[in-house]
């Protein structure tokens, strides 16, 4: 499956048709929120830097790409990823090659009244260099590439002012002023995947050299994670940033306001898409059964949210899902299924999770250290021998209690082994605790309370296997079925035949 996350990075034709239907493949929310953002950046006073706060794996290019092209059509709208110009000595020139794109492609608005202005806000910022452009402008830039140098060879020689920062601000305001709405919107992604020194850098171009009217900064970011690069920078250790706390935030310095991307609701994304018309095959719709909707449902909703999977991965997951469980001959293993659609879709991501081949079904937590399957949490767990065996060696026991601790300590290999041991255990405990076979005192005070124990402890390993049953639907088969779904998830063409 292709990432597209970054829509730039599709050919200009793609992007054409991607353009008109930017938030086919986005959250109902996110695409709310898109709409809200765009409401407000076009009524905000400026100069204005606002931060958009996710974390990894979140979606911040997903719908900072898509929010730039939906942007540009009503204010003109310049995105840049800084990770990957952080090999740049200077991120300054990066906003020049935003703004020299953007001249060239608004050129309906370079009137000869204008060229003065033009000559100087591009002449200042090139005096000594080149600098090459490969940048994105809106839905119109895709494989653009220009020179500045070559650029403004044209216009009349430059005279530098004195004051080349001042004049270029008051040449950028001025131009600004050309654009719809008289304003114009830099987003600048990954800034919290740079070099400390490099995003250090950006921020200061932005603090120092972008507060100009008619401008607006927004800045999709890892607040954490950016965090960590300015004490990095700075040399901030652990310990005084503890004790700094919020109080000497950098951050607040850069930015008017900090809002959170919405978080995708994943729960919604499976209820709306996971319904009876479109899995009926092999699953029931009520009750928490493993062939159940609402189980598909539930394990898809969390193994995705674990994985961050962003809206159309989500969405692929479960059309896969349905695939499968309309071409599957026996009922589906719900969450069999989900981890395993989930957990070939996280490795393909390049996560780091290691492959396992001898999956088992029905791991509490698949991304735990130590992956333990409940199946054999339960089947080795002997409720009965340890309190049992101690009761053998520290008490004169009856000679009919040996047997019944060896018949403790046997570890079953299947179900029907499981609850044969469990019951029989049971039977021949309950017969005890109703004898009075030592003294009365001693027998209430030492001995039957711990039988009464082994009995809970029995009947709630029984419970345990039952509900592991019902629920998740394993069966002395899990092996091979988890190693059955994940070939089939992998070759989806074996469904058919």
Known sequence: M?????????????????????????????????????NFLQGVDTPYVIGLDGGYGTGKTHFSTRFAVQMHKKIRTLYFSAWENDYKN????????????????????????????????????????????????????????????DFISNLKKLELPVDVLQKAK?????????????????????????????????????????????????????????????DAFYQISSEARQKLGNKEDYLQKFFNEIIDIPNLNYEKICSDNITPKEFAKNLVYEGNVFNSIIELQKWIAEYAKKCNFSYRETVEIIKKAKFFCNNYNEPIRCRLLAYTLCNRLHRQKGRNWGERTDIQYGENNIYADNQQNPRNIIFRKQPAYPILNRLKNSFRMPVEFDPLVTMAGQLPNTYAELYEINI???????????????????????????????????????????????????????????????????????LKK
């Open 170 to 230: 008051s040449q950028l305001a001025e131009y600004i002023k050309l654009l719809p709405h008289d304003k114009l919107i830099f987003i600048v992604d990954d800034l919290d995947r740079c070099r400390p020194d490099f995003a250090i850098k950006t921020l200061e171009a932005v603090k120092h050299f972008f507060d100009i009217e008619g401008l607006i900064v927004v800045m999709p970011i890892n607040q954490n994670r950016l965090r960590i690069c300015v």
């Open 2 to 38: 292709k990432d597209v996350a970054n829509i730039f990075k599709l050919s200009s034709k793609d992007l054409q048709k991607k353009s008109k239907s930017l938030w086919n493949d986005t959250a109902p929310e996110i695409v709310d929120f898109a709409n809200d953002l765009q």
């Open 90 to 149: 200077d991120p300054l020139s990066i906003f020049v090659e935003q703004i020299a794109l953007l001249v060239k492609q608004e050129q309906k608005v370079i009137k000869p009244k204008t060229f003065q202005l033009i000559q100087n806000l591009l002449g200042a910022w090139a005096k000594s260099t080149d600098i090459n452009v490969s940048a994105q402008v809106g839905e119109l830039s895709a494989g653009i590439t220009t020179n500045v140098g």
């Open 424 to 494: 029989k255990c049971y039977n021949a405990i309950s017969r005890f605790a109703e004898k009075d076979f030592l003294n009365n005192s001693f027998y209430y005070d030492q001995i039957k309370p711990q039988l009464l124990q082994v009995l809970s402890d029995l009947e709630k390993q029984k419970q345990d296997a039952g509900k592991l049953q019902k629920e998740h639907g394993s069966d002395d088969n899990d092996i091979g079925r988890a190693k059955n779904y994940a070939n089939l998830v992998q070759n989806p063409q074996l």
